[in-house]
């Protein structure tokens, strides 16, 4: 069932269902027909909807354009065991095949970076290039220091056990609690609140974890498709320079920047815009074919 738009710019979003693996979440934008599709992948903490909320009508003039909510997140996949980046990138693939689709541009968002490169990784018929937005080949940071490493995925689980013992409308009313102490535009905190009351926690922590396990530094410069990156210059979350050493490891990547810092998609929206196009423009200009559904 599909619903009506509840933000300026968001698309209807319907229910998809995959076989084996659950019912998801996607906002969805018809394009131009004919048009490449790109499959907009969010970052950790966010839905489709708040993450490409900026863009969707600005890519929809030009592609056919689908973006998920990931499993544990809004209302995509609801979380039966553990929380792997892996299952995103096999849920992607799945929705791709569902949607009679039969290879997209991958567009990620920092987390929504990892998942993007294990689509390819994993699924590499599926992907006819790849847009790497805000994101890094590891998020490890450049203190040299391994204890945060180590002992942070170790107490991931623990902490998502204990967040999943909190009652459902305990969570959310502290959820609301804190985005109201930052939201100050009643119709943008009832829009976010409902946007992330889907929500699992733990799965949430369970992301943050696998993040900092992940590392494509192995095998990211076998990458075969065309590539961009979009810099987000001021970023001081995962810095620029990790951001740039993912362009360099991927023969033949283009770098976009955008004067913004991590939050560049919904705070620079315009420039971010304005990087995203030129990024997906330069993928398809340098692609064999073009990705179609």
């Not at 998801?24 to 969010?42: F, K, M, R």
């Not at 909190?166 to 009643?186: C, S």
Request: charged share 20%.
């Amino acid at each position: 069932m599909s619903t009506a738009p509840n933000w300026p710019g968001v698309p209807a979003g319907r229910s998809v269902e995959l076989p084996k693996r659950g019912t998801t979440w996607i906002c969805e934008v018809a394009g131009p027909p004919g048009a490449p599709v790109v499959l907009l992948l969010h970052g950790l903490g966010a839905t489709a909807a708040l993450n490409w909320h900026a863009v969707f009508d600005s890519l929809g003039r030009h592609y056919r354009v689908i973006a998920l909510d990931y499993r544990g997140h809004g209302r995509g996949i609801r979380l039966r065991g553990r929380f792997r980046l892996a299952d995103c990138a096999d849920d992607a693939a799945a929705l791709i095949a569902e949607l009679g689709i039969e290879r997209v541009i991958a567009v990620g968002y920092s987390m929504g970076g990892p998942v993007a490169q294990l689509l390819w990784h994993r699924h590499r018929g599926r992907v006819a290039g790849l847009v790497l937005c805000a994101t890094s080949r590891n998020f490890r940071g450049r203190s040299g220091n391994r204890v945060g490493e180590l002992i942070f995925p170790a107490i991931i689980p623990g902490l998502a056990f204990g967040s999943r013992l909190v009652p459902a409308p305990l969570r959310r009313k502290m959820v609301r609690d804190f985005l109201a102490a930052r939201i100050r535009n009643p119709a943008a905190l009832e829009w976010v609140s409902t946007e992330v009351g889907g929500h699992d926690l733990g799965a949430l922590l369970e992301a943050a974890g696998s993040i900092v396990r992940f590392n494509s530094a192995e095998w990211i410069a076998s990458v075969d498709v065309p590539t961009a990156v979009v810099v987000t210059e001021r970023d001081q979350l995962v810095s620029p320079a990790a951001q740039r050493k993912l362009a360099e490891s991927i023969p033949g990547a283009t770098i976009h920047p955008v004067d913004g810092d991590h939050g560049a998609c919904a705070y620079r929206p315009r420039e971010f815009a304005a990087a995203l196009l030129d990024a997906c423009a330069s993928v398809v200009s340098r692609g064999s074919h073009r990705a179609t559904g």
